[in-house]
């Protein structure tokens, strides 16, 4: 289980920063024709922050990989 934390961890930090210097420099998206309001990053930052610390939460009570 431990790999699974590491990597999905790494990758909701990864989406939250990426969703954070959206909503603070302002970048426009747009997907199929339609703008995709900053407001929409603005509960990105929280929701996936929010499962970032969760997982972060985990993989520290989680045991490390024994080396064979």
Do not use: C, E, N
């Amino acid at each position: 289980m431990r790999p699974y934390l590491i990597v999905s961890t790494v990758a909701f930090d990864v989406i939250a920063t990426a969703q954070l210097v959206r909503l603070v420099l302002g970048w426009p998206v747009v997907v199929a024709g339609v703008d995709i309001p900053l407001w929409a990053s603005a509960i990105a930052v929280v929701v996936v922050g929010s499962l970032a610390v969760a997982g972060t939460r985990l993989l520290l009570k989680t045991q490390p990989l024994a080396h064979s």
